[in-house]
């Protein structure tokens, strides 16, 4: 099989079939450059390897649907608002938030020690939707068959792809079994900015307090603390900013708190 394939648009079979076997890890396009996806704890550890990346940093959740969302983290109804005005809006958005305690014993339940790559010191992830369509169609398949996907960005660790396939890196398309490649659709995202000034990056919001705990709804109020965090900028930071005042009295701004 050819390792680089070109996204047609639709669910890449080849991509699925590896990802849904054992220990499959593939480089997949978003709206921000290119991830390394997998779906099990062989996976992680390949992607950790090919990354050379340190192990305090979790991967994140790909989230095909607002039910898979739904169904592995704790939300109050104020976070599930704010995730739902992104999904239907269709505006990359990763939230820090704790698992869902029977999602978090789903995870353990694998029996390969996934959770421990998968989960920070306090038991919370990254759990991201709208991240570009040639990964959600994976997401989503992957969902209904009971499997989760979790990515990196593709990247040696520390350093952007620029949003070209070749910004992988030698290192990251040696390690994996499959590169599906859409430069054209990564730049479509951002057709105003250039490879200097793109965002490489979605935008990340903490929804927990410094314990990893839930933070409380605010109702209205004024003043609120714990409140939702932003720690880290990237695509959409002005429309995902409007929609954090328009939901939550109270949030802050904290770039790169969470590591």
């Known amino acids: 099989m050819t390792k680089h394939i070109q996204w047609n648009g639709t669910l890449s079979q080849e991509g699925y079939d590896i990802l849904k076997g054992d220990g499959g890890c593939i480089v997949c396009p978003t709206k921000v450059g290119y991830i390394i996806m997998t779906s099990d704890k062989a996976g992680l550890e390949r992607k950790f390897e090919a990354k050379a990346r340190n192990r305090n940093k979790p991967g994140v959740v790909l989230c095909g649907s607002m039910d898979e969302l739904r169904a592995l983290a704790q939300l109050n109804p104020e976070i599930e608002a704010f995730y739902q005005k992104h999904w239907d809006e269709d505006i990359l958005l990763g939230c820090i938030l704790p ?12 029996g390969d020690g ?10 919370t992830s990254c759990f991201v939707i709208k991240f570009g369509k ?91 603390s714990p409140a939702p965090v932003v720690i880290r900028k990237g695509l959409d930071i002005d429309k995902i900013m409007m929609h954090l005042s328009d939901t939550f009295n109270s949030w802050d701004y904290r770039q790169g708190e969470y590591y």
Do not use: C, H
Not at 114 to 123: A, N, S
Not at 155 to 177: F, Q, W
């Open 114 to 123: 996934r959770e421990e790559l998968m989960t920070d010191v306090r038991g």
């Open 99 to 110: 698992w869902k305690p029977e999602a978090f014993e789903k995870l353990k339940a694998y």
């Open 134 to 224: 040639a990964g959600e169609q994976l997401a989503a398949k992957l969902w209904e068959e009971g499997k989760m996907v979790y990515a990196s960005s593709a990247n040696p660790s520390g350093k952007g792809n620029r949003g070209k396939v070749e910004g992988i890196g030698e290192r990251i398309e040696n390690a994996v079994d499959l590169v599906i490649e859409a430069d054209d659709y990564v730049a479509s995202i951002q057709p105003d900015k250039t490879i200097e000034t793109r965002y490489e990056q979605g935008v990340m919001v903490s929804m927990v307090d410094k314990d990893g705990k839930l933070i409380p709804e605010q109702g209205g109020q004024r003043s609120i």
